[in-house]
């Protein structure tokens, strides 16, 4: 028996075991996780996020969504609490992708904003109680006009804490913590929230000591066993998945189509970032460039990643949450089939070959990490849907994961910030080209790099490079990104 077979019987024995055990994975709720609505870059709201709860627990209040509600009878109004001092520790990869990406505002506020302090006190001002545990990325759709007037005063009268708490050590992984001192008649009270491993999993609220919500763990794996289940499947499972989606999961992949492309649009239309869709419109329409599928897919996504980080007031739907990652494995996917002969049915089933894909990745190599995300792993994500859209079968599919896992990976993910828009451009052009390539029959052989002839185990070294690169991101962090603050 070869090695190969004795491991696929190991694979099949710990699905059955998990599956008898109550542990089969629930598409629906993977999606639900994996997949959803987000304003403005994750780790901004996340940021904005952790601030609404720190300030709520000093009114001693949690969301309504959560399993023990903590709400007093007596509320009192939000200006009640004279705010001290607001203090922020992030990990080195929130602070990284927080720094220099702007704030979706109100189209009536004519100047843009950026930056952790920005974010935290805009957080402080919107109410997460407007909000489902299911949009609550869309956090900062409740800022008004005046909400950000109070935020600006806020900035200039107290002390804000900048922090980036990191020991260099162990896989990436996502690490806010705030803490809101407020003077409330004559006593200081000190709310603090904590969120963990992903942008909206809260696991701490306190009011000056005294615990308001604590999750049951607050360890990463036990967070999601469904995409724990999805880490052990097959790629040809992976696609047997996306051929038996629920009505629900179908209903989240064409709200995404909107949501996406509307995004597009509006980085067609407006002034955002780099405008590089703008730009490579129009050098397409002078003919430098032939204006064919790659060229309008490079410039469908480039213009939402522009709206995106140009501070757009338009969601993205996101994958393993990130927006830029969703508008990667998305966007090429939605107007590949809306230049050749549209497949409604196809579609919904590539992208969720897209979305898997891309989860599946980020299981292994982190939400957050030096690999540049949107490009690597929703890159991947986004050629192996568009193979399986294309037409190509299991074999051609893991052979376009191949091609592309042994072209970009290994781009660094310098932050979120208008340049993004370069990244995403080149990603979704070599997806199309790996795609493109693998159905012509082009593999990377298995004695190249770290290409694997399992396609599943090449996935996973991916994630052995990601956890290989912390060096690269306390250098991108450490040594250029907070050097250049000061």
């Not at 004519?110 to 909000?131: P, T, Y």
């Not at 990643?305 to 990130?322: E, H, I, L």
């Not at 859209?389 to 660094?412: D, Q």
């Not at 370069?422 to 290409?451: H, M, R, T, W, Y």
């Amino acid at each position: 028996m070869t090695c190969g077979c004795v491991f696929n019987i190991i694979r099949l024995v710990i699905f059955c075991l998990d599956y008898l055990s109550g542990n089969k994975l629930n598409l629906e709720r993977l999606f639900a996780k994996q997949v959803k609505p987000a304003l403005g870059c994750t780790e901004i709201v996340a940021i904005g996020y952790a601030s609404s709860l720190a300030f709520g627990a000093i009114l001693e209040k949690t969301p309504h969504f959560f399993p023990s509600r903590k709400d007093p009878s007596n509320k009192k109004n939000v200006s009640d609490p004279e705010i001290l001092q607001v203090k922020v520790d992030m990990d080195r990869n929130v602070y990284k992708n927080a720094r220099a990406v702007y704030i979706p505002l109100p189209k009536s506020i004519k100047r843009k904003a950026k930056g952790v302090e920005m974010a935290s006190a805009l957080g402080i001002f919107c109410d997460f109680d407007n909000f489902e545990r299911t949009n609550i990325l869309t956090l900062f759709d409740d800022l008004t006009s005046s909400k950000y007037i109070s935020a600006k005063q806020l900035i200039r009268s107290v002390k804000f804490d900048v922090d980036v708490v990191d020991n260099w050590t162990g896989k990436s992984d996502l690490d806010i913590v705030v803490e809101i001192t407020a003077q409330f008649g004559n006593k200081k009270i000190k709310g603090k929230a904590r969120l963990q491993h992903e942008p909206d999993n809260v696991t701490f609220i306190s009011q000056t000591g005294r615990v308001l919500y604590r999750k049951n763990s607050e360890r990463k794996e036990d967070m999601d066993r469904d995409l724990s289940q999805l880490s052990r499947m097959s790629i040809s499972r992976i696609l047997g998945l996306a051929q038996s989606l629920p009505d629900s999961v179908k209903k989240r992949l064409e709200e995404g189509i909107d949501m996406n492309m509307a995004l597009a649009e509006e980085g067609l239309t407006g002034r955002y970032g780099l405008k590089v869709g703008k730009s490579l419109k129009r050098v397409y329409r002078k003919g430098i460039f032939a204006n064919g599928l790659i060229t309008e897919c490079k410039m469908y996504a480039a213009a939402a990643c522009d709206a995106r980080m140009g501070g757009a007031r338009k969601a993205a739907m996101s994958t393993a949450q990130s927006g830029n990652q969703g508008i990667s494995a998305t966007i090429p996917l939605i107007v590949t089939a809306m230049r050749t002969k549209y497949n409604k049915k196809k579609l919904i089933e590539a992208l969720a070959v897209a979305h898997l894909i891309t989860a599946y990745i980020a299981y292994y190599s982190g939400n957050l990490s030096a690999m540049c995300g949107c490009s690597i792993k929703a890159g991947i994500g986004s050629a192996a849907g568009l193979t399986y859209y294309l037409g190509g079968n299991i074999e051609k599919v893991r052979n376009a994961i191949k091609n592309m896992s042994a072209n970009i990976t290994g781009m660094i993910c310098d932050g979120a910030k208008e340049g993004c828009a370069l990244k995403i451009s080149a990603s979704v052009g070599c997806a199309i080209e790996s795609a493109l390539l693998a159905l012509d029959g082009v593999q990377v052989p298995s004695d190249n790099g770290i290409v694997e002839t399992r396609a599943e185990n090449t996935l996973q070294n991916i994630g052995k490079v990601s956890d290989g690169m912390i060096g690269t991101d306390r250098t991108i962090v450490q040594d250029i990104l907070l050097r250049s603050q000061k």
